[in-house]
């Protein structure tokens, strides 16, 4: 049974697209079949990240006003087997984009295109376009950096996560709410100046999925159009696996939260 | 100078928790005004038109909210008449 999960926050610049690409293409390699869909018309950006950018033909909005196949606007991923893309328009408004045609879409990955993990990369904002990305969602990944404007925007969404999604219409059991928290400095919170994921599951009362640290390595990867998933060695790509691993029911404790002690060896070599 | 910085330190409160200080506080009324019933604006004009008719009250001077206490849902009014009327 095919599952469709929104990557949302309100706040923008938090790391929705950074963890869309690397959640969707942690899926992927564990072997299921997933499309990831940028919802943000006009600016989007996926592409950009995922480094397919020179591919896009036909994209999202296209296909819901019938002006191409799904087939024709999936984009198939160059590292990872069974991982498509599916881009936003550049050149429309949002306006583009309605709830029967994403509706439509969705519906047709499921059901005929077989995926088994359809991911919706939500625009920041809560106006059309973040309303439909999390509009037909079973599960949300509430992106969150641990800093006030980014945590009380994440609970406006949690608000319209839970009252205006299809499953809440319907009266349908609720949308399964992960929190992700990104950015995370340990050492900043150790000296009182950072808000502590203690704190922000607290604040929005949300089950924690997993905390990012704060790490170069996603400046790079993006710089190279690869999901930073696919770092080797580099502790984000790990946070992200552990994700990933979270997500599908492994049990994986906890990392990234504590001030790393450093050995005497790594004082002294390492960095 | 060290010693006395931490000291002072000590008691100024730590920004995170003001931060979480300011967002439990500030969550707490946005929640409620996101699940107050559709009619409460409309209600709130009404009731202050008929105040209106007999004494001059300020716009703001009224406060109005559903609450939820002991599996009631409580509507609280909340008027400061002004001084001589």
Redo the contacts between chains.
Sequence with gaps: MSRVIVVTSGKGGVGKTTTSASFSTGLALKGYKVAVIDFDVGLRNLDLIMGCERRVVYDFVNVVQGEAKLQQALIKDKRVDNLYILAASQTRDKDALTQEGVGRVIEELKEEAGFDYIVCDSPAGIEKGAQLALYFADEALIVTNP??SS??DS??IL?ILQ?KSKRSENGESAIVEHLVLTRYNPAR?E??????VE?VI??LNVKLLGVTPESQDVLNASNAGSPVIMEANSLAAQAYTDIVNRFLGEEVEQRFINVEKKGLFSKLFGK | MALLDYLLGQRKKKSANLAKDRLQILLAHERSDRNAPDYLPQLREEILAVIAKYVEIDQDKLQISVDEANGFEVLELNLVLPENH
Excluded: F, K, P, W
């Design positions: 800093e006030v945590v009380r609970d406006r608000g009252a919170v000296a009182g100046e950072m808000l502590s704190d607290d604040l």
